[in-house]
T-cell receptor, first 114, second 112 residues
Framework: GAVVSQHPSWVICKSGTSVKIECRSLDFQATTMFWYRQFPKQSLMLMATSNEGSKATYEQGVEKDKFLINHASLTLSTLTVTSAHPEDSSFYIC??????????FGPGTRLTVT | SQQGEEDPQALSIQEGENATMNCSYKTSINNLQWYRQNSGRGLVHLILIRSNEREKHSGRLRVTLDTSKKSSSLLITASRAADTASYFCATVGSGNTGKLIFGQGTTLQVKP
């Protein structure tokens, strides 16, 4: 099946710094990528929809200036958490869709802000 | 936003028993999918059922969909300790944006 990777798999950063998370589709071109956030023992919350070459569409309540999404190519989307705070600590998961709109999920990135 | 409730929130059974999880949703859907997540890991796609389907099987998994009640169930038969994980339903709306909206999930523990 299709493979989606995320990098890094975990990251610890200091409060106030920015962190970039990469999501790559390894063996297919992804027209759309989605970013989710998951707090401990909770479900996945959709943050934004990312289409190659256009601005991301953010879900209600998600700050677009804080969570910068760039979808520069059909195989790469990045999520940058700017001026991170401890409350941004979470598990961030991306998914990528193929031509038939099936979604393939990355393994997730655990962000801890100290 | 969350699509709806999953029931129960937690389930503990013995190996060999069947596990049933339920999911309710709020809006019209194109399809409903079930995913599994081991602790701290990514999601594994289990099964997809379309809005015009009522039941689907895959190995030890059986999924039903009742669009009139806006609900779905996942049955895992002859459970194994390795089935211990969180299970989520997720819906794709009829608008075909491809967005998945997840339920709150059921944590299943299968005791050996």
């Amino acid at each position: 099946g299709a493979v989606v990777s995320q990098h890094p798999s975990w990251v610890i950063c200091k409060s106030g710094t920015s962190v970039k998370i990469e999501c790559r589709s390894l063996d297919f071109q992804a027209t759309t990528m989605f970013w989710y956030r998951q707090f401990p023992k909770q479900s996945l919350m959709l943050m934004a929809t990312s289409n190659e070459g256009s601005k991301a569409t953010y879900e209600q309540g998600v700050e677009k200036d804080k969570f910068l999404i760039n979808h520069a190519s059909l195989t790469l989307s990045t999520l940058t958490v700017t001026s991170a705070h401890p409350e941004d600590s979470s598990f961030y998961i991306c998914s990528a869709t193929g031509l038939a709109h099936e979604q393939y999920f990355g393994p997730g990135t655990r962000l801890t802000v100290t | 936003s969350q699509q709806g409730e999953e029931d129960p929130q937690a389930l503990s059974i013995q190996e060999g028993e069947n596990a049933t999880m339920n999911c309710s949703y709020k809006t019209s859907i194109n399809n409903l999918q079930w995913y599994r997540q081991n602790s701290g890991r990514g999601l594994v796609h289990l099964i997809l059922i379309r809005s015009n389907e009522r039941e689907k099987h895959s190995g030890r998994l059986r999924v039903t969909l009742d669009t009139s009640k806006k609900s779905s169930s996942l049955l895992i038969t002859a459970s194994r300790a390795a089935d211990t994980a969180s299970y989520f339903c997720a819906t794709v709306g009829s608008g075909n944006t491809g967005k998945l909206i997840f339920g709150q999930g059921t944590t299943l523990q299968v005791k050996p």
